[in-house]
């Protein structure tokens, strides 16, 4: 069973992100902020991760980025969740390291196909 990361700070999203996951098979692991983020992405090496960009305390950019930087967890696929949708943010969020870019509110069977897309 593939493990999949899901790191938000909004509890609302964190369920839906999570029920859409557990219904396509997939076991899931929840962190609350970027920090958690990453200490459940070095422990628990996930298939892929769920990023919120925007979080308190630390931002998913900064939890991608320290993510990225330690050789045990810097082959983990990050996708982006956020609700940066304005032009360029896309191109923005790729450039930081993040695989591909997922828009909120989520659309969830986009967010299936892309899920599935990624783990091959």
Do not use: C, W
């Amino acid at each position: 069973m593939k493990k999949i990361l899901v790191v938000e700070d909004n509890p609302v999203n964190r369920s839906l992100l999570e029920e859409v996951l557990q219904a396509h098979g997939y076991e899931v692991l929840i962190a609350k902020n970027g920090e958690e983020g990453i200490e459940k992405a070095k422990a628990e090496q996930p298939d892929l991760i769920l990023m919120d960009i925007y979080m308190p305390g630390m931002d998913g950019y900064e939890a991608a980025r320290n993510i990225r930087d330690d050789p045990a967890s810097s082959s983990i696929k990050i996708i982006a969740v956020t609700s940066l949708a304005m032009k360029g943010d896309r191109e923005r969020i790729l450039e930081a390291g993040f695989e591909a870019y997922m828009s909120k509110p989520i659309d969830t069977r986009a967010l299936a196909r892309l899920v599935k897309e990624m783990l091959g």
